[in-house]
T-cell receptor
C-alpha cells in the first residue's frame, strides 16, 4: 500500500538558518504530493503541492521538488523565521485508487528561536 | 476568508458513551472528510462523503462510526460506543471537488480533541 515517511522532530533552528525536512513515499499509482503546516491551535493548511515528477512546489519561501527516482519530496527553506515554528506534514494522494483522501506522514515539529 | 469550523474543541467522555463531533464545512464545498490523529501517530483518513453518501472509508471506520449531513451546513461524525483507543484529535476537511483526475485542496478545521476515560 501507499505510505509516507518523514523525519522525526523536533527540529530546533535559529532564525535565518536553513531548514530541510526529509520526506519519502511509497505508492503503487501516480501520487500527488503535498506539504501541510499546522500552526499552534489551528487546522492543517496546505503549504505547497506537486502533482507530477520533477514539479517544484513553492510558497512562502518554502520549496519541494517531486523526485520520482528517489521517491522523495523534501521540504526546504533558505532562511527561517520565528513565525515558521509549526508542525509540518508530508502527504500524498493517489489518484488511481482514491477519491481525494490524503495519506500523511507523522509530522515534524519545527521550533525556530530568535 | 472562509474556514472550516469544528465543535467542541475538546470533548471528554466515558467509555461506552456515544459522541457526536460537529463540523461546519466551507459553504460552497461538496466533498467532506474526517481524519484522526492519535497522539504521537500519523494523521489517518477515516471517511469521505459526497452527495449524501460515503464515497470511501478506511478500515478504521467500522460499524461504530457514522457520518451525516443533517442539514445544509453541518457535517457530523458519530461514534456509537466509544473505546479508550478512540482518544485522538479528529479533523474535518472539505473541498470543492474530489475527482480522481484533479486535485482539489482540502481545507481543514482546527480539530476536536476527544478523550475517552
Amino acid at each position: 500500500g501507499n505510505s509516507v515517511t518523514q523525519m522525526e522532530g523536533p527540529v530546533t533552528l535559529s532564525e535565518e538558518a536553513f531548514l530541510t525536512i526529509n520526506c519519502t513515499y511509497t505508492a503503487t499509482g501516480y501520487p500527488s504530493l503535498f506539504w501541510y503546516v499546522q500552526y499552534p491551535g489551528e487546522g492543517l493548511q496546505l503549504l505547497l503541492k506537486a502533482t507530477k515528477a520533477d514539479d517544484k512546489g513553492s510558497n512562502k519561501g518554502f520549496e519541494a521538488t517531486y523526485r520520482k527516482e528517489t521517491t522523495s519530496f523534501h521540504l526546504e527553506k533558505g532562511s527561517v523565521q520565528v513565525s515558521d515554528s509549526a508542525v509540518y506534514f508530508c502527504a500524498l494522494s493517489d489518484r488511481t485508487d482514491s477519491w481525494g483522501k490524503l495519506q500523511f506522514g507523522s509530522g515534524t515539529q519545527v521550533v525556530v528561536t530568535p | 476568508e472562509p474556514e472550516v469550523t469544528q465543535t467542541p474543541s475538546h470533548q471528554v467522555t466515558q467509555m461506552g458513551q456515544e459522541v457526536i463531533l460537529r463540523c461546519v464545512p466551507i459553504s460552497n464545498h461538496l466533498y467532506f472528510y474526517w481524519y484522526r490523529q492519535i497522539l504521537g501517530q500519523k494523521v489517518e483518513f477515516l471517511v469521505s462523503f459526497y452527495n449524501n453518501e460515503i464515497s470511501e472509508k478506511s478500515e478504521i471506520f467500522d460499524d461504530q462510526f457514522s457520518v451525516e449531513r443533517p442539514d445544509g451546513s453541518n457535517f457530523t461524525l458519530k461514534i456509537r460506543s466509544t473505546k479508550l483507543e478512540d482518544s485522538a484529535m479528529y479533523f474535518c476537511a472539505s473541498s470543492s471537488g474530489g475527482s480522481r483526475r484533479v486535485f482539489h485542496e482540502q481545507y481543514f478545521g482546527p480539530g476536536t480533541r476527544l478523550t475517552v476515560t
